[in-house]
Structure formats: C-alpha cells, structure tokens
C-alpha cells in the first residue's frame, strides 16, 4: 500500500502575468509538480513533500527562464490542510457545462440539464470539470456514443470525473491514484452518481489486469513520459490512449517521445494552451 503524498501549496504572484505566469509554470512542470491553478495575479502549484526541498527554493536557481523576463516574483508556500480544502473549494465552485451534453455540479447547486449530469465534490481530489485539460477530456469523451462492454482505465484519476463519466456512458471503468483521499472520494463520487467503478491506490497501472480499450490520463508532462511504457502494455491493436496536463508547446515532445514506444498522434484539441490529444498504437 503506497503512504498518501503530503503536498506543498506554492502561491505565486508574478508581474507581468503575461506571459511570465506561462513560462513560470513551464519550468515548474520540468520539477516535480503536478497541478496548477491559474489565479488572477499567478499561479497556484502543488507539489509532493517528499520529492521537492522547499528550503532551497531559489527563483534564480529553479525558474531562471521566469526570473529573466519577471518584474516580480514571488511566493508563499504552505501545506495543504485536508480539513479546509472542500471550505475553500464551495466557496468558490461555479457548475459548468460541457457543449449541451455534461453539466457538472455539486450536491448544494439546482440541477442543469444536460445529456449528463454530473454531481463532484473533490474533498482533497483534483477534477471538478473546471481545469481546461478535464474539460477538454470531458468533451472527448461525451462524444463518443457507445461505450457499452468498453474497459476503461483513469489514470491519476483525483475525483474520478472521468471513469464517472465513462461508467454513465455504460463502460466498465477502473481508477488508479497515488492517494487514498483521491481514490475514497472516486468511491464517493461513483455513489452520488448511481454508478460502480473499481479504484484503488498505486503510483502506476502495472498491476492492472488486462487490456482496456481506452486509457485516460489526465496527469501532466512529466508522468505521461514517465509512464507511457507502462500504459502500452495494457492496450490491444485497437485501443487509444488519451492524454493531458501538459501546454501545446509540449505536444511535439510527447508525440516523439510516444512514437518511441509504437503510439501515433490522431487528434488534439488546445485550450487557454492546454492540450488534451488521443493516440493509437501503429499498426503496420
């Protein structure tokens, strides 16, 4: 059983915001960081204890591209307090619908018609819908029409959205996290929507049996590269890997590096430069 991460809060405030907030988060992607939340005047960044020395945080050793185009910047760091996280997010959750085909909301807000509706609440998870990348993933999968008999994996899947989504849809869906919040709160969430999924806790699908037909990861750059070996291994000739987390400029770094491992690129979609992109094992 893998221990739950203790994760660093990192607040930035940068000046200019443009376009030092999207240079400053390209170099934090390179460091162990795994998710970030725009804010008016920069960035949020949340990052593992144990992988990340705060003391030695110097913006002139660990952001140099950031530091040589800011006017300012600057930072608080704090660590996550599991008691006040769904205090901060109600207060600021707003539902959101996905085309006409999902809406997503919490349990407090009216219901939204839509094809799908989606009722999240993230205790300490990430994946409420509002993230470009689970939106644009969101979009993908509400496209698709028939996912009956469809094994489906979420990789990295914090509030489960997405395997809830999928198991509406009638797919048969399992959900890995590194963290056993994230994986109670899938359970909890499957539940509120009337739908089963299997989850549970690891730091990778290498246990995972069988092949599934579509593999959803929805991470960030540097665990897509460092796990498509893994991912390859549980897809068959006609499976798709969908992926996300990442900014368009890293698209190419991706596709090359997937392409090492037998995947090609068929379709991707960029929003506020995030990119969510669909990949195919070549078949000769």
Not at 9 to 23: A, I
Not at 183 to 196: G, M, P, Q, T
Request: aromatic share 10%; hydrophobic share 40%; glycine share 4%.
């Amino acid at each position: 059983m893998s221990v739950d991460p203790v994760y660093f809060e990192l607040t930035f405030t940068v000046k200019p915001l443009v376009p030092t907030r999207d240079v400053l988060v390209d170099e934090l992607s390179a460091l162990p960081f795994d998710t970030f939340l725009e804010t008016e005047d920069g960035v949020k960044a949340y990052v593992d204890q144990s992988l990340f020395n705060a003391s030695e945080l110097s913006a002139i050793d660990h952001f140099p591209y950031t530091s040589g185009i800011a006017e300012s910047i600057e930072w608080t760091i704090s660590e996550i307090q599991q008691e006040n996280w769904n205090a901060n997010w109600e207060s600021d959750f707003k539902p959101i619908v996905v085309g006409d085909r999902v809406s997503v909301r919490a349990s407090f807000h009216k219901r939204i018609e839509a094809d799908y509706e989606l009722v999240i609440e993230p205790k300490m998870s990430f994946g409420t819908g509002h993230h470009q990348t689970t939106y644009q993933m969101l979009d993908f999968l509400s496209r698709l029409d028939n996912l009956e008999n469809k094994r489906i994996l979420d990789m990295g899947c914090g509030t489960s959205i997405l395997a809830i989504l999928a198991a509406l849809k009638g797919a048969s869906c399992d959900a890995i996290d590194i963290d056993s919040w994230c994986i109670e709160n899938s359970l909890e969430n499957a539940d509120r929507n009337k739908v089963s999924i299997c989850a549970w806790q690891d730091d990778s699908c290498q246990k995972a049996e069988g092949y599934y037909d579509l593999i959803l990861a929805n991470i960030n750059r540097n665990i897509l590269l460092d796990q498509v070996s893994d991912y390859v291994t549980k897809m068959n000739a006609s499976s798709e890997l969908w992926v996300s987390g990442f900014y368009i400029e890293d698209l190419l770094l991706l596709t090359d590096a997937f392409s090492v491992h037998g995947l090609e690129l068929i379709e991707s979609t960029d929003l506020d430069r995030w990119v969510a992109a669909k990949f195919r094992l070549i078949n000769d």
